[in-house]
């Protein structure tokens, strides 16, 4: 009884300790592990809000987000429970790593919250004077400690130079290749006009079917509310019957686009053709995909949240970047999206379609109305090339085709980033990725 009785008077002492700030996160401890309410204390002091939890669980509440994935819905904190019986050390871990705190068991600060400042206060970002092209690379002078110094850890483009030369995609993957082994493989295409793909265009360019009016609660917080994310049109049909468009896509209105299709799970016979390579070994792949067109398409300008290796096998594309640390002047936002319908018969598109989602990656302004206000990178690659493009750099993609097989034809791999951050959220500052912490360990152990 006397034990509840001082359990229950430390109630009100740990409910109100400090006052949480939407920045920080909130540990939530059962008032039955007063020990490790105290160590927890002890290690990260003002760092984190630690509070009573009625339920008698070890919580961890993480910071009130700034971007909102869903304009209906409240910004909230995301809690889970932790479990109390770990080891104290793989707490404080985890309590790192989900807060990108850096703090030992015994209080003090680890070394690598130091480099990491550094690195942020580092980030590359070219100037106006800058000479507008990327640095290149050849892929044999390139070593996997130079790869992320120089380029990974700045958060810094580059072209890699024959990164897939002499290789056999590049002299395997013909049309007729493709069709012995996926001739009658369903695919998802996408169809866009003159060869746009996922631009902006006003609002009322489009004529709903049904009545359609963008909720107050989500217009008042569009990045812009007259414009709308132009998502090109979707069909179905076999991998023969696309390669069969391409080869006549001369003849065609519509530009059809195989794009975003996950090449390991679609394309299974084709991975054992890629290179191994040594670069990409500290990095964390979440994605690998595969691009096919007639090579007259345009990718307008949007950012990835993922570091992303584009490797052509296939025809050339010209690379627009701009940093994000010019995210403001891009108007990082949520935007309406809206999707066109096609029609195969007369190879024409309607407007009709708009949808009750958001587009969270794309900028409303054109890249030519930015290019006297921001640096713009252009970075051309060719086949057997590579590009590595850090994650939330924007960036426009024009692509072009092969002079013989009239086709344009690459990879690209999607990481998980070094350096992330909220979005849509243009005033969001990017931090250094916990995933990747041995990285910086490595380094201050030097």
């Given at each position: 009884?006397?034990?509840?009785?001082?359990?229950?008077?430390?109630?009100?002492?740990?409910?109100?300790?400090?006052?949480?700030?939407?920045?920080?996160c909130?540990?939530?401890?059962?008032?039955?592990?007063?020990?490790?309410?105290?160590?927890?204390?002890?290690?990260?002091?003002?760092?984190?809000?630690?509070?009573?939890?009625?339920?008698?669980?070890?919580?961890?509440?993480?910071?009130?987000?700034?971007?909102?994935?869903?304009?209906?819905?409240?910004?909230?904190?995301?809690c889970?429970?932790?479990?109390?019986?770990?080891?104290?050390?793989?707490?404080?871990?985890?309590?790192?790593?989900e807060?990108?705190l850096?703090?030992n068991?015994?209080?003090?600060?680890?070394?690598?919250?130091?480099?990491?400042?550094?690195?942020?206060?580092?980030?590359?970002?070219?100037?106006?004077?800058?000479?507008?092209?990327?640095?290149?690379?050849?892929?044999?002078?390139?070593?996997?400690?130079?790869?992320?110094?120089?380029?990974?850890?700045?958060?810094?483009?580059?072209?890699?130079?024959?990164?897939?030369?002499?290789?056999?995609?590049?002299?395997?993957?013909?049309?007729?290749?493709?069709?012995?082994?996926?001739?009658?493989?369903?695919?998802?295409?996408?169809?866009?006009?003159?060869?746009?793909?996922?631009?902006?265009?006003p609002?009322?360019?489009?004529?709903?079917?049904?009545?359609?009016?963008?909720?107050?609660?989500v217009?008042?917080?569009?990045?812009?509310?007259?414009?709308?994310?132009?998502?090109?049109?979707?069909?179905?049909?076999?991998?023969?019957?696309?390669?069969?468009?391409?080869?006549?896509?001369?003849?065609?209105?519509?530009t059809?686009?195989?794009?975003?299709t996950?090449?390991d799970?679609?394309?299974?016979?084709?991975?054992?053709?890629?290179?191994?390579?040594?670069?990409?070994?500290?990095?964390?792949?979440?994605?690998?995909?595969?691009?096919?067109?007639?090579?007259?398409?345009?990718?307008?300008?949007?950012?990835?949240?993922?570091?992303?290796?584009?490797?052509?096998?296939?025809?050339?594309?010209?690379?627009?970047?701009?940093?994000?640390?010019?995210?403001?002047?891009?108007?990082?936002?949520?935007?309406?999206?809206?999707?066109?319908?096609?029609?195969?018969?007369?190879?024409?598109?309607?407007?009709?379609?708009?949808?009750?989602?958001?587009?969270?990656?794309?900028?409303?302004?054109?890249?030519?109305?930015?290019?006297?206000?921001?640096?713009?990178?252009?970075?051309?690659?060719?086949?057997?090339?590579?590009?590595?493009?850090?994650?939330?750099?924007?960036?426009?993609?024009?692509?072009?085709?092969?002079?013989?097989?009239?086709?344009?034809?690459?990879?690209?791999?999607?990481?998980?980033?070094?350096?992330?951050?909220?979005?849509?959220?243009?005033?969001?500052a990017?931090?250094?990725?916990?995933?990747?912490?041995?990285?910086?360990?490595?380094?201050?152990?030097?």
């Amino acid at each position: 009884t006397a034990l509840v009785v001082l359990l229950l008077s430390l109630v009100p002492a740990l409910r109100g300790l400090t006052v949480a700030n939407d920045s920080q996160c909130i540990v939530k401890v059962s008032p039955l592990l007063l020990g490790l309410h105290q160590q927890l204390q002890h290690v990260f002091q003002q760092d984190v809000i630690l509070t009573a939890n009625e339920k008698h669980t070890l919580e961890l509440c993480l910071p009130l987000p700034k971007a909102r994935t869903c304009l209906t819905v409240p910004l909230a904190r995301h809690c889970h429970v932790m479990d109390s019986s770990l080891p104290f050390e793989d707490i404080v871990e985890h309590i790192n790593d989900e807060c990108f705190l850096y703090r030992n068991i015994d209080g003090s600060l680890q070394r690598e919250q130091h480099l990491a400042q550094q690195l942020q206060a580092e980030l590359y970002s070219p100037d106006m004077d800058a000479s507008g092209t990327c640095e290149e690379v050849h892929k044999d002078d390139l070593t996997n400690e130079a790869f992320w110094d120089n380029y990974v850890l700045p958060s810094k483009p580059v072209i890699i130079r024959d990164y897939y030369a002499k290789t056999i995609p590049l002299t395997k993957w013909t049309n007729n290749h493709l069709r012995r082994l996926y001739q009658h493989k369903h695919v998802h295409v996408k169809f866009a006009p003159n060869g746009q793909f996922e631009g902006v265009e006003p609002l009322e360019l489009w004529k709903p079917s049904t009545p359609f009016t963008i909720p107050d609660i989500v217009s008042h917080q569009l990045s812009r509310d007259d414009v709308v994310v132009v998502r090109p049109a979707s069909v179905d049909m076999s991998m023969g019957q696309l390669l069969d468009y391409l080869e006549q896509a001369g003849n065609q209105s519509a530009t059809a686009y195989l794009e975003y299709t996950a090449l390991d799970a679609s394309f299974p016979e084709l991975k054992g053709d890629l290179p191994s390579t040594s670069l990409t070994d500290w990095f964390t792949r979440r994605h690998r995909n595969l691009w096919l067109s007639d090579g007259h398409t345009l990718g307008k300008l949007h950012f990835d949240p993922f570091d992303n290796l584009l490797t052509m096998v296939s025809g050339t594309k010209h690379v627009h970047l701009v940093s994000p640390l010019n995210n403001t002047q891009l108007q990082e936002g949520h935007l309406v999206e809206a999707q066109l319908s096609y029609h195969s018969a007369t190879h024409s598109f309607s407007r009709t379609q708009l949808h009750d989602s958001t587009a969270m990656v794309m900028s409303p302004l054109a890249l030519s109305d930015l290019k006297h206000h921001v640096p713009v990178l252009t970075c051309s690659i060719h086949p057997g090339d590579a590009l590595f493009m850090p994650a939330f750099w924007w960036h426009e993609v024009q692509s072009e085709p092969d002079v013989h097989d009239r086709r344009n034809l690459a990879v690209n791999e999607w990481y998980e980033p070094v350096w992330t951050k909220e979005f849509p959220c243009a005033t969001c500052a990017q931090r250094f990725n916990p995933h990747y912490r041995r990285v910086l360990s490595d380094r201050v152990d030097v």
